[in-house]
């Protein structure tokens, strides 16, 4: 495992090589200290250019890359509005299409008000917004959602600027979690919906959804929804807070040049159609898979082993955009770029909810921020049963597992027994 996520400090991102051009060109407009924060944010958007493309998960199921959702979150004046502008410009072509929708809408609403209650009025214009603004009401977004499916299974991103919005959007705080998973699952909305022409339907929710936030307000918004999947399903990007340098964060600029390379790369998404497998990501996902659970034995932690479950499938989700802006050819920079997607997700919210998790207070101390602790890294090479529920204990973990975490690492191979002494010695290979 390359990551520690019990650092305070956030996971250090691989070098953006051979296969990564596009996620460089959209940083090279944003100030240097986000570059780590936005990158788990660019595959929302990005995903959503891409409709009729399905890609086979290692379990031999296909998925869309919808239904991908991130998190940004990071102190008031953080810098988090220059993910706003990346959206516009990545969005430049969604919002030239929902500004024609616009006006046939605009302009059947004229009609209808022209007619007399006794004349027949005229039918309502099939449109669709791909771009739908943040304040979208419940009715608004589901009717696009319908709106959506009849036009080829088209993929509506939404870029919500404070958590908060959620409520508006999904009927009602206590619709959010709900609605979140149906739109990672992609799931259909779970309620037949009446629109103004007497048209019934429960679409497919085909959504990508980024939001932004702060800690302080992220701990609030997603504390009752820790232990039900909402939070498995959201990739979150957290930025520290650093030190004041008196610098101002210098962005770049969006200009043609900038919008000719980065049209070149969203012609590829849009052309994409079919089904695929991608052999080399499927196979690193598998090894991530194996990682994660080495990490939940090597910790004794199930709860992040749960949570792991998912970050690995949005990333691979992550991984199959960067396939097809890469004109579908895989490389060792994008393998490493996914792997650090995980990492961070994982980190991200053992910084901001490991406390929450744990059923302690509401605001979180040093020692409670941190992910979960390798106790086998906390023993001596050579070490006996007792230490270890010595360990376990100082931990606030109960002794008796110790038989049972010491039969898993035997079966992982991380120790083995001393014949002369009967003590528990660490292998080479874990060593190594």
Not at 53 to 58: G, L, N, V
Not at 358 to 363: I, Q
């Given at each position: 495992m390359?990551?520690?996520?019990?650092?305070?400090?956030?996971?250090?991102?691989p070098?953006?090589g051979?296969?990564t051009?596009?996620i460089?060109?959209l940083l090279?407009?944003?100030?240097?200290?986000?570059h780590e924060?936005?990158?788990?944010?660019l595959f929302?958007v990005?995903?959503?250019?891409?409709?009729g493309?399905?890609?086979?998960?290692?379990d031999?199921?296909?998925?869309?890359?919808c239904?991908?959702?991130?998190?940004l979150?990071?102190?008031?004046?953080?810098?988090?509005g220059q993910?706003?502008?990346?959206?516009e410009?990545?969005?430049?072509?969604?919002?030239?299409?929902?500004?024609?929708?616009?006006q046939?809408?605009?302009?059947?609403q004229?009609?209808?008000?022209?007619?007399?209650a006794?004349?027949?009025?005229?039918e309502?214009?099939?449109v669709?917004?791909l771009?739908p603004?943040?304040?979208v009401?419940n009715?608004a977004f589901?009717?696009?959602a319908?709106?959506c499916?009849?036009?080829?299974?088209?993929t509506q991103?939404?870029n919500?600027?404070?958590?908060?919005?959620a409520?508006n959007m999904?009927?009602?705080?206590?619709q959010?979690?709900?609605?979140f998973r149906n739109?990672y699952?992609?799931?259909?909305?779970?309620?037949l919906?009446a629109?103004?022409?007497?048209v019934?339907?429960?679409?497919?929710l085909?959504?990508?959804l980024?939001?932004?936030?702060?800690?302080?307000?992220?701990?609030?918004?997603?504390?009752?929804?820790l232990?039900n999947?909402?939070l498995g399903?959201?990739v979150?990007?957290?930025?520290?807070?650093?030190?004041?340098?008196?610098?101002?964060?210098?962005?770049?600029?969006y200009?043609?040049?900038?919008y000719?390379?980065?049209?070149?790369?969203?012609?590829?998404l849009?052309?994409?159609?079919?089904?695929?497998?991608i052999t080399?990501?499927n196979?690193?996902?598998?090894?991530?898979?194996?990682?994660m659970?080495t990490?939940?034995?090597?910790?004794?932690d199930t709860?992040?082993?749960?949570?792991?479950?998912r970050?690995i499938?949005?990333a691979w989700?992550?991984?199959c955009?960067?396939?097809?802006?890469n004109?579908?050819?895989?490389?060792?920079?994008m393998s490493e770029?996914?792997e650090?997607?995980?990492?961070?997700?994982?980190?991200s919210?053992?910084?901001?909810f490991?406390?929450?998790l744990?059923?302690?207070?509401?605001?979180p101390?040093e020692?409670?921020?941190?992910g979960p602790?390798?106790l086998?890294?906390?023993?001596?090479g050579?070490f006996?049963k007792?230490?270890?529920?010595?360990?376990r204990t100082?931990?606030g973990?109960d002794?008796?597992?110790?038989?049972?975490?010491l039969r898993?690492?035997l079966y992982?191979?991380?120790?083995?027994?001393?014949?002369?002494?009967?003590?528990f010695?660490?292998t080479?290979?874990?060593?190594?």
């Open positions: 390359k990551y520690d996520i019990s650092s305070k400090s956030a996971p250090a991102m070098t953006l051979t296969g051009k596009c460089k060109l090279s407009q944003v100030s240097k200290d986000m924060p936005l990158v788990p944010m929302p990005l995903g959503a250019q891409m409709s493309a399905e890609f086979q998960y290692p031999l199921t296909w998925k869309e890359p239904g991908m959702m991130a998190n979150v990071a102190e008031s004046g953080g810098n988090k993910l706003a502008n990346l959206v410009a990545i969005c430049r072509n969604f919002s030239q299409h929902d500004d024609l929708e616009l046939k809408l605009v302009c059947w004229r009609q209808v008000k022209t007619k007399s006794n004349k027949e009025k005229p309502r214009p099939d669709v917004f771009f603004p943040a304040n009401t009715a589901l009717q696009n319908m709106a499916e009849a036009q080829g299974n088209r991103y939404i919500l600027p404070e958590v908060e919005m409520d999904c009927g009602g705080p206590r959010i979690s709900q609605m739109i699952d992609r799931q259909r909305a779970g309620a919906r629109t103004a022409d007497g019934t339907g429960n679409p497919v085909r959504v990508n980024t939001i932004s936030s702060t800690p302080y307000v992220t701990r609030k918004f997603y504390k009752y929804d232990f999947g909402t399903r959201m979150f990007s957290f930025k520290e807070r650093t030190q004041p340098d008196g610098k101002i964060p210098r962005q770049g600029k200009d043609e040049a900038f000719a390379k980065l049209d070149e790369y969203l012609v590829r849009e052309a994409c159609k079919g089904r695929f497998i080399p990501l196979r690193l996902i598998d090894r991530l898979a194996e990682d659970a990490l939940a034995d090597l910790a004794d709860l992040m082993w749960d949570m792991s479950k970050a499938v949005s989700k992550a991984g955009v960067m396939w097809v802006l004109n579908q050819i895989w490389t060792r920079s770029l996914v650090w997607l995980v990492y961070h997700d994982l980190w919210k053992t910084q901001l490991s406390d929450l744990a059923e302690e207070a509401d605001a101390s020692k409670q921020r941190r602790k390798n086998l890294e906390s023993l001596p050579t006996n007792t230490q270890l529920e010595a360990l100082s931990l973990k002794a008796e597992g110790a038989g049972a975490q898993k690492w992982r191979g991380f120790i083995e027994v001393d014949k002369s002494t009967g003590w010695v660490k080479p290979e874990y060593l190594n």
